[in-house]
């Protein structure tokens, strides 16, 4: 049976470069900080976080290791993730994994309660985003040239400005809030051709690119 940790656990700023090895299956019921290190991977994290995962701020390549289940916000921004493999399987709240070096999103949480926001990366591809967001979806500048692979129902905003797309194919069929959107040079799409893809209950803003 594992063992329970009722209490947050803080392990931020210590100049760690691994987590230490009694972590490993112990269910934290609070929050878990390990941000602000210098760690390299998240082997030895908790089995699964009952608040919030903050591990933003390190040298991370990969988020093998990651909790499986996190009920609170999952904070993996500001490394050098070249993938999403191994991210948790579902995140009750918000999954921040902007500014990294991401080309794709194939690994991502399958479900994410809140906003997901995949901004300032490499990515030329949506496709591994999750199905639903239940808030925003922020995928402004990247190099994206279409939608593919977004999600089908986005809560909250949708972001994809700052990007060289070409179409709306693979636009979300459902937008709860505004839409943010910029095309590829000589490349445009009117609001009425937009809202005949996407059901937008928001604004539509068409940036320049």
Known sequence: MPKVIQGDVSLSALHLDRLPDFLEDVIVKGHFFCHNNSLA?????????????????????????????????????????????????????????????????????????????????????????????????????????????APEKVGGNFFCHNNSLTSLEGAPKEIGGNLYISFAKEIHFTEEEIRKVSKIKGKVYILDA
């Open 41 to 149: 991977s998240l082997e030895g994290a908790p089995e699964k976080v009952g608040g919030s995962f903050y591990c933003h701020n390190n040298s991370l390549t990969s988020l093998k290791g990651s909790p499986e289940k996190v009920e609170g916000h999952f904070f993996c921004h500001n490394n050098s993730l070249a993938s999403l493999e191994g991210a948790p399987e579902k995140v009750g709240g918000s999954f921040y994994c902007h500014n990294n070096s991401l080309t794709s999103l194939k690994g991502s949480p399958e479900k994410v309660g809140g906003s997901f926001y995949c901004h300032n990366n490499s990515l030329t591809s949506l496709k591994g985003s999750p199905e639903k967001v239940g808030g925003d979806f922020s995928c402004y500048n990247n190099s994206l040239t279409s939608l593919e692979g």
